[in-house]
C-alpha cells in the first residue's frame, strides 16, 4: 500500500525558510517522478515543483529560484527546500507521484506570516 508522509511545516515569517520532507512506502519511489503540490485556503490544490526520473524539475513561476526539489533515494524521501518564504506560500503542502495517485497524505501546514 502507497503512503506520503509530510513533515517539517509550521509558523515562520516572511522572508524566513522551511525544509519539507515526505517518506515514501509503498515500493514506488525509485520508480516514479513525484511531485510537490499544496493547498490554500478556499483554493484548489496546485503542483508546485514537480521531478522526473531523470533528475530533471520543473516549477511554477511563483516559487522558481526560491524552492528547490530534491530526493534521497535511500531513504525513499522527497525534499521541498523553500527559502525566501512569503505570505502567498501559505498552504497545506503534499507530496506525491507526478501525476498524483488517488490516494493523499495528511500534508504539512506552512504558515507564513509575521
Known amino acids: 500500500q502507497v503512503q506520503f508522509v509530510e513533515s517539517g511545516g509550521g509558523l515562520v515569517q516572511p522572508g524566513g525558510s522551511l525544509r519539507l520532507s515526505c517518506t515514501v512506502s509503498?515500493?514506488?519511489?525509485?520508480?516514479?517522478?513525484m511531485g510537490w503540490y499544496r493547498q490554500a485556503p478556499g483554493k484548489q490544490r496546485e503542483l508546485v515543483a514537480a521531478?522526473?526520473?531523470?533528475?530533471?524539475?520543473n516549477y511554477i513561476d511563483s516559487v522558481k529560484d526560491r524552492f528547490t526539489f530534491s530526493r534521497d533515494g535511500a531513504k525513499n524521501t522527497a525534499f521541498l527546500q523553500m527559502n525566501t518564504l512569503q505570505p502567498e506560500d501559505t498552504a497545506v503542502y503534499y507530496c506525491?507521484?507526478?501525476?498524483?495517485?488517488?490516494?493523499w497524505g495528511q500534508g504539512t501546514q506552512v504558515t507564513v506570516s509575521s
Open positions: 521531478d522526473t526520473r531523470h533528475g530533471i524539475t
Open positions: 509503498g515500493n514506488i519511489f525509485r520508480f516514479s517522478a
Open positions: 506525491n507521484t507526478h501525476p498524483p495517485r488517488s490516494t
